[in-house]
C-alpha cells in the first residue's frame, strides 16, 4: 500500500497509539499503515475499530476497504482476492503487446483490478470478465462499472458470451497457480483472509493454466494475446502448455517484482483486436 503522510498534525497521540499497536501486531510498515487507516476513517471510533481488525490479522486492504493498482483505488471487500502489485506486470505486458486493442477480457478477474486497468489504459473498449466466486463477481461488477464493462459468473470460458469468440484482443487470465500442497505455506494473511479457489491451481499448480492454453486460441482475435501470471519454477511448463496449442509464446520477466507472465499470441494477423 502506499505511503499516505494526510494525517491530522491535531491527532499526535492517536497515531502514535495507531503505530504502537500495529507495530505490537507484527506490522511491518506500521507507521505507513496507521498513516493509512488514520487518513481513511471518518471518525475515531471508526479509526479503532480498523486498529483492531488490522491487530488481528486482517489485510490491510481488508480493513480500509481497497487496494492501489496502477494508480487506481480498487475497493475489495471480505472474501475476495487482494490484487497484487506484482500483477500490474501483466497488465504492461498486454499493453505492450496489444496497445490497441478493442476488446478485453479479465479472466479469474478477482476484484477485476486487472479488467479495471486494462480500460484506464486503452480508453474506450468492450470489457468483460468473469470469475466462478459470486463474492469477486459482486465486487469486480462495482469497479468496473465506470467504464461500462461486464461482469459474468461462471467457469473460466463457460461464463463469457459466445460472441465473443474470436474477437478478443487481450485476454488476461490472472489464474491460481499455487499447488495444493503448498497453500499452508502462503502467508497467513492469504490463508485465512482470501478464497481458496483463487489460490489453489491444483496438484503442480497449473490445473487452470493448462484449461485456459487450451481454449484460449478459440477466443482469440487474430493477434490477440493471452496472458497469465506464474511462478519462476513453473514458467517453462506454463510455456510448454501455451505452445502445445500453437500459441506463440513467450515469458516476460520482472526481477524488480518477482513476476513471470506467460504470453501466448493466436494466429497471424494485426496486433488489435
Known amino acids: 500500500m502506499p505511503s499516505v503522510s494526510a494525517v491530522p498534525s491535531s491527532t499526535p497521540s492517536s497515531r502514535d497509539s495507531v503505530v504502537a499497536a500495529l507495530r505490537s ?25 480498523m486498529v483492531e ?25 471480505p472474501g475476495v482476492f487482494v490484487p497484487r502489485r506484482r500483477t500490474e506486470f501483466l497488465v504492461d505486458q498486454a499493453l505492450e ?10 479472466l479469474c478477474c478477482g476484484s477485476g483490478a486487472v479488467g479495471a486497468a486494462l480500460a484506464a489504459a486503452l480508453g474506450r473498449v468492450e470489457l468483460h470478465a468473469a470469475d466462478i466466486d459470486p463474492a469477486a463477481v459482486r465486487c469486480a461488477r462495482g469497479n468496473i462499472a465506470a467504464v461500462g464493462g461486464q461482469v459474468h459468473q461462471g467457469d473460466l470460458f463457460e461464463a463469457l458470451p459466445a460472441a465473443l469468440r474470436g474477437r ?3 485476454l488476461a487470465a490472472n ?16 490463508r485465512d483472509h482470501e ?10 499448480g497449473l490445473d487452470v493454466l493448462r484449461r485456459v492454453a487450451a481454449e484460449a ?57
Not at 179 to 185: K, M, R, T, V, W
Open 25 to 49: 501486531a507484527g506490522c511491518v510498515f506500521a507507521e505507513d499503515e496507521a498513516a493509512l487507516i488514520l487518513a481513511t476513517a471518518r471518525t475515531p471510533a471508526e479509526a479503532a475499530a
Open 217 to 273: 486460441p478459440g477466443w482469440l482475435a487474430p493477434g490477440g494475446c493471452v496472458l497469465v501470471e506464474t511462478s519462476r519454477h513453473q514458467a517453462p511448463t506454463a510455456v510448454d502448455a501455451f505452445e502445445r496449442n500453437g500459441l506463440a509464446t513467450r515469458l516476460a520477466v520482472s526481477e524488480e517484482l518477482y513476476a513471470h507472465v506467460v504470453v501466448g499470441v493466436g494466429r497471424p494477423g494485426p496486433d488489435t483486436a
Open 97 to 106: 503487446r496489444a496497445p490497441r486493442a478493442t476488446v478485453v477480457v479479465d
Open 168 to 170: 478478443v484482443g487481450i
Open 195 to 204: 478464497p481458496l479457489v483463487a489460490l489453489d491451481g491444483g496438484t503442480d
Open 175 to 190: 489464474v491460481p497457480y499455487v499447488p495444493s500442497d503448498e497453500i499452508g505455506l502462503l502467508p497467513q494473511e492469504a
Open 53 to 77: 481488525r488490522r491487530v488481528a490479522g486482517l489485510p490491510l486492504e481488508l480493513v480500509v476497504g481497497w487496494a492501489e493498482f496502477r494508480g487506481l483505488r480498487i475497493a475489495v471487500a
